[in-house]
């Protein structure tokens, strides 16, 4: 795939510049880049008179912790609020109709639909596709968007977008970070905004209860060297009774998986949360042998070559013979 043709970009600047209201949708359990993407351009359109509403498909919409600070929380409208017709629909960092959650059927009744996105795998819909999966981040394509519609950046768009830059490179340090993407962070830093408040928000501001899921979760780690065809596997599980008992939500263990996947045994690193009553969340990396996003959007997930995952209703152990089954079938990437 390739990046955005300069036709496809003059459509989507000709429809938000015409639009008087946008509906913006990210996807479900929305990470930095889909909060601070769809939050950074609800801010550029309401300044610049549109009526702005920004959801995503859960009910309740519960904002990460980690995120509580993003600029443009207020634009957030309950799912069951959301316009059923809406004029123009702006989806973010969602790669697949499914990920839309409730929202998924604003793809029929919305009269027109702009896709934002950097992902690899998914189903793809949409009739206007800005939709790059060289990029960086969401973030990338929006900031070039509010360039193409002449919004100038201010400290709560670089704040928002600086959020989505940060998380989805991992801190600056995935294949993805380009020279390109260090120019646009310097750029979000001219403005003024305090990058050093922003990555303690995300990355340093953890529940108490965080260390003692940590540890647990470390702790029965498994290293199966021989899977993954001998490249090596980590995975662990966190019950639902593991992070009810230390009082922690799923999203308050998103980076498990950034010290799981450290392990140097191993080319794949997986973790799977349980919901309370609810179904396994599997969260996959690589380290780039593998193409998880494929191995994942098998599986009914997507994601990431690299970083991806999905949900399943199986037991652990069925859903990681399951995944086993498909990380040896996997073709290997070239170094
Ligand atoms: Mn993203």
């Known amino acids: 795939m390739t990046a955005p043709s300069e036709q496809v970009w003059r459509e989507a600047v000709d429809l938000l510049a ?4 946008v509906v913006l949708a990210c996807h479900v359990a929305p990470d930095g880049d889909a909060l601070g993407s769809m939050l950074a351009l609800g801010l550029a359109l309401r300044a610049r008179g549109v009526t702005v509403v920004a959801a995503w498909g ?3 919409q519960v904002v990460p912790d980690a995120y509580g600070f993003l600029p443009g929380l207020d634009l957030l409208t309950p799912a069951d609020q959301v316009p059923a017709r809406p004029e123009l ?22 009269a027109c639909v702009i896709v934002l996105d950097h992902h690899t795998s998914g189903r793809p819909f949409g009739s206007v596709r800005l939709v790059d999966d060289q990029a960086a ?28 830059l940060l998380t989805d490179t991992g801190s600056f340090t995935y294949a993805a970070t380009t020279p390109a993407v260090h120019a646009l962070a310097a750029r979000l830093l001219q403005t003024g905004i305090r990058h050093d408040l922003i990555a303690r928000a995300v990355y340093d501001t953890n529940p108490y209860g ?8 470390c702790a029965e780690a498994r290293l199966e060297q021989q899977a993954v065809r001998g490249l090596g596997l980590v995975w662990t599980t966190l019950p639902a009774s593991l992070l009810s008992g230390a009082g922690v939500s799923l999203s308050d ?44 959007g098998a599986l009914g997930g997507g994601g990431h070559r ?22 040896d079938d996997a073709p290997h990437l070239p170094a």
């Open 89 to 110: 629909l702006v989806t973010l960092d969602t790669s697949s109709p499914d990920r839309l959650g409730l929202l998924a059927d604003r793809l029929q009744t919305a």
């Open 58 to 60: 859960e009910d309740p």
């Open 306 to 327: 690299f970083a991806a995952g999905f949900t399943s209703y199986d037991d652990v152990e069925t859903t990681m013979s399951v995944l086993r089954a498909a990380l």
């Open 18 to 21: 015409r639009a008087r209201s």
């Open 210 to 217: 965080y260390l003692q899921v940590l540890g647990r979760a």
């Open 253 to 296: 263990v998103e980076g498990v998986i950034d010290v799981v996947r450290t392990a140097r045994e191993a080319e794949v690193a997986v973790v799977l949360k349980q919901e309370p009553g609810g179904p396994l969340r599997v969260s996959t990396r690589s380290k780039g042998a593998v193409d998880l996003g494929e191995v994942c």
């Open 137 to 164: 981040a969401t973030a990338v394509l929006v900031a070039e968007l509010l360039d193409r519609l002449g919004v100038p950046l201010d400290e709560d768009l670089a704040t928002a977008l600086y959020t989505g």
